[in-house]
């Protein structure tokens, strides 16, 4: 069986339309393609969105205010959480338009301590639906369930009462072999990955109105590399920095507004690239067995070397390294914390997945009880991510309302 291509149309198929091509000819998998030259990693369901809230404001929440969903997109906001615990389940239909079994589904809990405490816990598990494997001369065997899942554990502590700081420790377990067995090695995946993020708000004074400034920062799924064979194939897991801003303005005692500005870039090796004969095949080194690399750097290294070193392997050099900034904003009102409106939008350069969509989605909460519900709306017509929905159902309570 051919279980490398195989997982790479898996990881293509749930990390959008990075490699959708499925990589079908050499030039293609070098990353050759009319100059593009797209970053793919293992397991990238870790790096989606998997509630309605941030996803409504497109994928921008790393400044955001403290909410049940901060497990994920800033560990350091829990310590703000006002709320004494919170409970709440996420689900998506994911790539509805050409597959009609896959699904995200999301479930978080925190807990605050005291006043600068908190911790929490989060389980993600990403069913990629049933798929018909073959052998290499194509012919059918048996029909597998693939899927992958997330193990998370926070805990978050003011520094002050305007900072803190938070880390999550994460399990990452891949099974996208199913129960294969025969003449492969192919096995399930694990990994161990960590969160550390920073908060810091600042309360204003703008235009008359009593207004918030707040900014955060995550260094998020730094760890090590997964195997899904008892080779020395290793795949780096998607390792992101994200840096990001919030404005929150109180209108009066009942109306507020806030807009929010994320930037953030895979910490992953850039694909070299691969120096091609007359006939458009890659070169490859008879010595190594490897291919020739013409531009860029080896992208088979260590996970602190190719961590530290993906701020500059882009074979382009500045200009491609700007490319793999993936852009997000969002804009968020809010009636008496009671209905909320969000719109949002991302994009990312057309030589790094080309992902432009718009968002949009509403909340509503009764007492402790709350329902998020997002849409996003792709830029190009039939795109994979159309008609993505998310709905999320929460749970917030205080001490006194128990």
Same mark, same amino acid.
């Given at each position: ?116 405490q908190s911790f929490g ?58 129960? /294969? ?11 161990? +990955? *960590?969160? $550390? !993020? @920073? ?23 730094f760890g090590q590399k ?100 993936? /852009? ?11 209905? +909320? *409106?969000? $719109? !949002? @939008?991302?994009t990312e350069s057309k ?52």
């Amino acid at each position: 069986m051919k279980y490398r291509l195989f997982r790479i149309i898996l990881i293509a198929a749930g990390f959008t339309p990075l490699a959708l091509a499925a990589q079908t000819n050499n030039q293609k998998i070098t990353g050759q393609d009319d100059g593009r030259n797209p970053i793919t990693v293992a397991v990238p369901f870790v790096s989606f969105a998997p509630d309605s809230r941030g996803s409504a404001l497109g994928d921008a929440g790393v400044a955001s205010s403290p909410d049940v969903y901060s497990n994920y997109w800033n560990s350091a906001k829990l310590a703000f959480i006002e709320k004494d615990l919170g409970v709440s389940f996420s689900y998506s239909p994911w790539l509805g338009k050409i597959i009609n079994d896959m699904s995200l589904n999301y479930l978080t809990f925190y807990k605050r301590i005291d006043r600068i405490q908190s911790f929490g816990f989060s389980f993600r598990y990403f069913d990629l639906g049933e798929i018909q494997l073959t052998s290499e001369n194509g012919d059918p065997l048996n029909i597998e369930n693939p899927y992958e899942l997330a193990l998370d554990g926070t805990y978050s502590r003011k520094l002050t009462e305007k900072m803190s700081v938070g880390v999550t420790g994460r399990f990452i377990w891949s099974n996208i072999a199913g129960n /294969i067995t025969g003449n492969t090695d192919a096995k399930a995946g694990t990994s161990v +990955a *960590v969160d $550390i !993020g @920073y908060y810091y708000k600042q309360p204003i004074i703008f235009s008359g109105t009593d207004s918030e400034l707040a900014f955060g920062a995550t260094l998020s799924n730094f760890g090590q590399k997964i195997n899904y064979s008892n080779e020395s194939n290793e795949d780096f897991i998607p390792t992101t920095l994200r840096l990001g801003s919030a404005f929150k303005s109180n209108l009066d005692p009942y109306n507020s507004i806030t807009l929010l500005l994320d930037f953030s870039k895979l910490l992953v090796p850039t694909p070299p690239i691969y120096e091609l004969d007359n006939n458009g095949d890659p070169v490859i080194d008879p010595s190594t067995g490897e291919f020739v690399i013409a531009k860029g750097k080896d992208p088979n290294r260590t996970l602190m070397a190719g961590t530290f070193g993906s701020f500059g392997d882009a074979p382009d050099g500045f200009v491609e390294e700007m490319q793999e900034v993936m /852009i997000s904003v969002g804009a968020e009102y809010n009636y008496q914390d009671v209905f +909320a *409106v969000r $719109i !949002g @939008y991302f994009t990312e350069s057309k030589n790094k997945g080309d992902r432009k969509f718009f968002t949009a989605g509403v909340g509503f909460k009764y007492q402790v009880f709350g329902v998020d519900f997002s849409y996003l709306v792709p830029q190009k017509k039939d795109h994979p991510l159309g008609d993505t929905l998310r709905l999320s159902f929460q749970f917030n309570m205080d001490k006194n309302e128990s």
